[in-house]
């Protein structure tokens, strides 16, 4: 059985660091056997499925590409394909690595999607599409789609309380659209602005709290 120097345990594990601070463990014969089940990580349990994916997505990217080039009078309209290919593969990404947070994996895809879709509209020719509508909306949806899964779900206000509230000031972004006229459709901005400012008060009136021990836990204070 070896010995982990820092939390002072025994640990029967043939692995070399300690499940616990990952430090090096010393002693043992090596004739421990592994105590911790092997839990596929979800690459695995779908390995077939996702290689499927993405031989179909390397697929499609070439033979849109070389459609293209011996089509050159019809645009180039093959980097939209490869374009949406790689768009959709970051968030399902994202949406894979953080599974297991429902809530940060809300906060992490309003990130992922805000960026992508004003690349979409940079590269499209600006049409402001982006700003106007797709990126308030989005701060409204994530919203209320945090505070409606940490209800139905019965979480716990630590659980998700800190996600809203980074969620609830990325929903005041809009307003600088508004104030700098970079948003040429004001209204949505302004209610992804007032939805934000709701949410705000709700939480510290209801759950000031949980917010303050929140914050105090992962900022150390």
Known sequence: MK???KCKVNVPNP?????LCQGMLTG???SETETFPNIPTIYKQFSLYFRLMILGSVAAAIISVMVNMLLPNSGWWSLFVVGGLVCMWIPLWTAIRKRSNISKNILYQVVVLSLLICGWDW???WHRWSVNFAIPALCISAMLGIAIVGKVMHLNAEDYII????DIIFGLIP???VVTGLSSVKWLCLASVA???LGLTSVFLF?????WQELKKRFHL
């Open 15 to 19: 692995k070399q660091r300690c499940p």
């Open 3 to 5: 010995y982990c120097e």
């Open 207 to 211: 759950s000031e709290a949980s917010v």
């Open 163 to 166: 996600y809203l509230l980074i």
């Open 123 to 125: 590269f499209t020719g």
């Open 175 to 177: 307003f600088i659209f």
């Open 195 to 197: 939805v934000s400012v």
């Open 28 to 30: 043992g014969d090596g």
